[in-house]
């Protein structure tokens, strides 16, 4: 069966990879002929890298990476067939309040 | 006397060439560079020659398509260490709305320690749809 690869890295700031971050890959509009996409979930690399299999179909899909004491960030990715699509994300503190 | 004085220089001279072979012997041996490993580096510019300091820069390995990613600091610097001699590589660099023009790392360049500065140039805007949430 036909696949795509939807492969990133994860950093965060100043440009440090985030090992161990989290990547989601949620479906915005499931491959054609599939109802439903059942999300997927890794855990970044010594890198910061992950990557994803997903069907060589038309679809969309949200991938959003999230790292401890960091803001999340979500990108969106358009799968047109077998391809391969890499992403960088580039993850910013949490601001604490000021009490 | 002549003897004692002939003796005398000849240990002096063993002497010399012991501790100097000794010398020689101690020193850290160097390890034999690996042929197949090599490196890349280069500093990325805004238009107007200025480093550019968060600027991402992807480098694509053209036998698996895998990519690696830099963020590039202050200097606008980047590198990429332990790159195979025998796979073609392809180094681009984006920031903002800007883009440089994609370089390759060929098996013919010879270098060990490549460097290839990247220039980012505005217009060649990326799609790019990040959000922070």
Known sequence: MPRAVIAGTVFRDPGFAAAGALALLTALEPPAGEKRFRPQKVHTTARGEFFFYVPATPARYRVTASYSGHEAQEQAVEIHGEERVDLTFNLKPLVKPVK | ?133
């Open chain 2, 1 to 133: 006397m002549l003897n004692r004085r002939l003796f005398a220089s000849t240990l002096l001279g063993l002497l010399l060439a012991t501790t100097a072979g000794a010398q020689w012997t101690n020193k850290k041996k160097e390890k034999p560079r690996d042929p197949t490993i090599r490196s890349l580096q280069g500093i990325v510019t805004l238009p107007d020659e200025t480093p550019a300091e968060g600027a991402v820069v992807k480098l694509k390995n053209l036998k698996t398509l895998q990519v690696r990613s830099y963020i590039t600091q202050k200097d606008g610097k980047y590198q990429f260490q332990n790159l195979s001699t025998n796979i073609d590589y392809e180094v681009n660099s984006d920031f903002k709305e800007m883009s440089s023009a994609t370089r390759t790392l060929s098996v013919f360049d010879s270098r060990f320690e490549a460097i290839i500065n990247l220039k980012l140039e505005p217009g060649k805007e990326k799609k790019d749809d990040t959000k922070s949430n």
